[in-house]
């Protein structure tokens, strides 16, 4: 059974590229960077970094990844703009562990923390009214 799509009209805005420094927990270092750009609604368009640890849901539950330094291959997702004012992310990628094995899901906010530094390409979206 087909779920029914969701389109929604919209144009793109600025761009950020920015850097969330060490400690820093993922999901809400893009909330605060796009809280602190401005940006209420935005897409992940590009990172680089690394975790300390990294926590993702995946399909068979939550799934704990030990660091150190658990490298991020690939991510994406995109925040989005709350009735209260707030914006939450969802983010989701694949991660290297320190032995090279991959592991992918969506990441837990509040337990992914930043190793060193990472990098970010976030890009407004502005909904059409």
Known sequence: MMMPAEVESGSMGRVAYARIGPNEDLVQGVEKLCLAQ???NAFVRGALGSLVDACLYARDGVRQVA???VEIVSLA???RAQAD???VASLSGVVA???GRVHGGAFVPGANTICMT???TLEE???GA
């Open 38 to 40: 401005g940006f209420r």
């Open 67 to 69: 660091g150190p330094a």
């Open 77 to 79: 997702g995109e925040v």
């Open 85 to 87: 004012g707030s914006v």
């Open 97 to 99: 562990d320190p032995d």
């Open 118 to 120: 990472f990098e970010v």
């Open 125 to 127: 979206w502005l909904p």
